[in-house]
């Protein structure tokens, strides 16, 4: 276990993980072993109570702006669970889809609080958001606000919208991950700014303009390329309010902080990133004399990532010896964590029914997938006292391991458990291959087949 100093996002495992007298890992004091007796593997624990310590860092890290609204980035993991978690901590959400947007209504999200994002959103995800009225819709380009306007002149409503740019900062981090660069696919291009701004004014019945976005990347270490950012904004913030003569009166900043996957990654904590830029944006805003702008945040890997654990069952052990090669298979793979083969991301990888092994027993393993890919490995070379049947914890999968995972091989995902103080209950139930054959159907020309249900 890592030293209990480091704060959430820095640590690899959960606030809540411990050995316990069987050798056994526990997370929110229950025996992994039990876990996955009882709810079966792969299976998805995410940790309370690090979800809710993450939360606590940032409005931490917040107490001294007066005026914010920390987000969470319902990207990174969402369920109904998620949702109500944490809008019990009093953050707002950002979506990006309409199984996202519902979400967070059906957790009793109030609209206001609710952040639209997307660059193409469908024109029933506008709809939905138009007409419940107060979701802020954060624009990515000028035919997007026209449809806007059209929607609201319809619905007889004003949308508040939030204008997402391309800042033009470059973030340290996977290409993939990018997305405040010159050629990010996201945000509205800084030349055509002037253009929207323009236009949202002169339809000022249908559109409340709050503000500009901007989320220069994810899986950040450092606060350089924030800092830029920053006074990027600011200087917007600054041309707009000499420009139009208008005052904007919101600012969001996006997430992208970093997470500790391995004792290798030292990313800031999430106190420090909060605080740092909602210090330097009191300083760039009143160095260009601007009132200070309501503050949003919206971090999602650092809220959950370092809050779920995987755990996988070791099935048909390999060892090559000519190739000094030794795999372990697990029953699980890419589909439940696609970060591996999409990122060449790493993890940390613990035996959880033996803890501390045996050293003698122990060698090199590499972790692999049961997918039929070759690059469906989940951790090289990682030394443990490993066999056929144990259960393989990994580390920091709350994170973009439920939502960009798949039905690959046609398997169901795993179920997913929510742990806090001894008590642990289902907040996704585990696919079925019937849950799967129920989506077929039959072309009439085709020999009929009995279909499930
Ligand atoms: C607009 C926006 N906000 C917030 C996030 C969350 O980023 P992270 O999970 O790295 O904090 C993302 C991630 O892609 C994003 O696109």
Request: hydrophobic residues 45%.
């Amino acid at each position: 276990m890592q030293s209990k100093s480091l704060t959430v996002n820095q640590r690899v495992e959960p606030v809540t993980a411990e050995v316990n007298e069987k050798n056994h890992l526990s997370i929110g004091a229950i025996d992994v072993v039990d876990l996955a007796a009882k709810f079966g593997t792969p299976l998805w624990i995410i940790c309370e109570e690090t979800v809710r310590q993450a939360a606590h860092a940032v409005l931490d890290g917040l107490k001294d702006y007066p005026l914010a609204t920390p987000s969470y980035a319902g990207k990174a993991f969402l369920c109904l669970a998620m949702a109500a978690l944490v809008k019990d901590l009093g953050f707002g959400i950002d979506v990006v889809s309409e199984g996202e947007l519902l979400t967070a209504l059906q957790a009793g999200f109030a609209p206001e609080k609710i952040f639209l994002h997307g660059n193409n959103k469908s024109a029933v995800e506008l709809k939905l958001a138009v007409e419940k009225s107060g979701v802020k819709i954060v624009v990515d380009s000028l035919s997007e606000l026209e449809d806007i306007i059209a929607l609201a002149k319809e619905a007889g409503s004003r949308v508040p919208v939030m204008f997402r740019i391309i800042p033009g900062i470059e973030l340290d981090t996977h290409e993939h991950i990018k997305t405040g660069h010159d050629t990010s696919k996201f945000g509205i291009p800084l030349e055509e700014l002037s253009q929207l701004v323009r236009l949202a004014l002169a339809n000022n019945e249908q559109i409340e303009l709050l503000g500009l976005h901007a989320h220069i990347g994810s899986q950040a270490m450092d606060m350089a390329p924030y800092l830029q950012f920053v006074d990027v904004m600011a200087d917007l913030y600054a041309s707009i309010q000499q420009k139009f003569d208008y005052i904007l009166p919101d600012l969001d900043l996006g997430g992208g902080l970093g997470i500790a996957y391995t004792s290798e990654d030292q990313p800031l904590s999430l106190r420090d990133w909060s605080r740092a830029l909602s210090e330097r944006v009191k300083s760039a805003f009143a160095a260009r004399s601007l009132p200070l702008p309501v503050l949003s945040l919206e971090p999602g890997r650092s809220i959950i990532g370092t809050a779920g654990v995987t755990i996988y069952q070791v099935g048909h052990v390999k060892e090559l010896q000519s190739a000094a090669k030794n795999y372990l298979p697990i029953d699980g793979g890419m589909a439940d964590n696609p970060r591996p083969i999409t990122y060449q991301a790493k993890y940390t990888a613990v035996v959880a029914n033996r803890m501390v092994g045996e050293p003698s027993r122990e060698k090199a393993w590499t972790i692999v997938g049961r997918y039929c890919e070759s690059g469906d490995i989940i951790v090289e070379e990682v030394v443990l006292d490993a066999k056929r049947g144990d259960l393989i914890a990994v580390y920091a999968t709350g994170a973009y391991n439920y939502s960009m995972s798949s039905n690959y091989n046609r398997t169901g995902r795993p179920a997913c458990v929510l742990v806090k103080d001894g008590q642990a209950e289902v907040i996704l139930a585990r696919e079925t291959c019937t849950d799967l054959l129920k989506q077929d159907r039959m072309p009439s020309w085709l020999a009929p087949v009995i279909l499930p249900g």
